[in-house]
């Protein structure tokens, strides 16, 4: 690394970087969590840190649990998912603890399908996320909205299995996808539109709707869901950082590798520390709605999708997506432009051309933007529009500090 880089001088924070530079995130699988991750029975994963009491999740959770309880067969409607909740006969742990980063309010049970991401095209995964189903109605946006159910039903017994048998056999590449929708226009957060439609054009490739009927709605879905590709980057920024973790576990390195809400809590992982949750109260994301006038609050910031944010994209890449920097304009902070570079430790190799760097350090004093959607805080709303979390500098400098004094 270059003399400016602020890893120069400090061996575990460059190796960190290293082992993340060096993942070349592959999407070779879709399978349900239950044999995806071993999740066992009447367990849900949520975003974010863990509850004080799951028993009690925020309200969009809540909803989406309830829903979940229902699509797995465990309740026959959500009065009775919710005595299920209430009495601790279904079980809400962390995602990130199984190795699945879910965005917004979206939970996962053992028949949710999973997407799964490799480093390196023939490498078992190591990192999964939630598979889109399209545009509509969506488990993520934290509603008991029925409508959803089918949609879940449709994703898990047709869309699942037909997306693996054509990635498994031609493992997707996802930084020539990310590269590409960088060049577009993408942040790859809040915008992945781009990408998606690279993503699109590949898999129709293998898409075969004369001999295969389904695969006509599945190619409709693809090309009508700009942020289908959401998750997957998602879960390959957690492959990333994961690798950060695992080189400089053990040591003082403050690098960011978790990023994430439940609607109640922030949540941050440190590379030093990779299991410890440093966590403080979450704030709202503030942004342009859908509906100009609506007064819906929002929740405090809810998903896993910060991951994308602490790696070095999203927020942190707004410079390279005019569209997403209008829109939010009136939100960013006044040093939006340069904050990236205090904040991030290096440039990745196969993004430096574009001006990116990569890895946010907890050290650097001053807190990643995370750009990430609004749901309605009553879990009842669903998705109010787009949106960006001003986090607190000094929940970064303290979880350094912890860190460091090893507490």
């Known amino acids: 690394m270059g003399p400016k880089d602020p890893a120069a001088g400090d061996p575990a924070k460059a190796a960190a970087l290293a082992a993340l530079a060096a993942v070349r995130p592959h999407w070779g699988a879709v399978q349900p969590a239950r044999s995806a991750v071993g999740l066992p029975g009447r367990t849900l994963l949520h975003a974010g840190p863990p509850y004080a009491d799951a028993a009690r999740p925020a309200a969009p959770v809540l909803s989406s649990a309830a829903l979940a309880c229902v699509h797995e067969g465990w309740a026959d ?32 049970g053992p ?45 898990d017994q047709e869309l699942a299995p037909r997306l693996h048998e054509i990635v498994s056999a031609a493992p997707v590449d996802l930084i020539a996808l990310a590269r590409q929708g960088l060049a577009g226009g993408d942040d790859l957060h809040a915008s992945t539109a781009a990408a998606q439609a690279a993503l699109a054009a590949l898999l129709a490739r293998a898409l075969r709707p004369a001999a295969q009927p389904a695969d006509a709605r599945i190619g409709q879905m693809l090309e009508g869901s700009p942020l289908f590709f959401l998750t997957l980057w998602m879960a390959a920024c957690h492959l990333m950082l994961d690798a950060a973790a695992r080189q400089a576990h053990g040591s003082a390195c403050a690098l960011v590798v978790a990023l994430a809400g439940n609607g109640r809590d922030l949540g941050v992982r440190l590379a030093g520390q990779p299991r410890r949750w440093f966590v403080s109260p979450a704030p709202p994301p503030a942004g ?97 529009g787009r949106g960006i979390a001003m986090l607190d500098d000094e929940v970064f400098r303290r979880a350094a500090r912890g860190l460091a004094e090893g507490a």
Do not use: C, K, N
């Not at 919710?82 to 995602?95: C, D, F, Q, S």
């Not at 995964?125 to 409508?147: E, K, V, Y």
């Open 288 to 384: 342009p709605r859908l509906d100009p006038a609506g007064m819906a609050p929002a929740a405090a910031l809810v998903g896993d999708s910060g991951v994308i944010d602490a790696a070095g994209f999203g927020a942190q890449a707004l410079a390279l997506a005019p569209a997403v920097q209008q829109a939010l304009a009136p939100w960013l902070p006044p040093d939006w432009r340069e904050r990236p570079q205090r904040l991030l430790q290096g440039p990745h190799p196969l993004f430096a051309d574009l001006g990116l760097r990569v890895g946010a350090d907890a050290a650097a004093g001053l807190a990643p933007l995370a750009a990430i959607a609004m749901v309605a805080a009553d879990g009842a709303g669903g998705l109010l």
């Open 77 to 108: 409607s959500i009065e009775a998912a919710l005595a299920l909740i209430a009495a601790r006969e279904v079980t809400l742990a962390p995602a990130q603890s199984y190795g699945v980063v879910l965005p917004l309010a979206a939970v996962a």
């Open 111 to 155: 028949g949710t399908a999973l997407v799964g991401v490799a480093d390196g095209a023939g490498a078992a995964p190591r990192a999964w996320s939630l598979l889109g189903s399209g545009a509509g109605p969506q488990i993520r946006f934290g509603t008991r909205d029925p409508a959803i159910l089918p949609r879940l039903r449709w994703r």
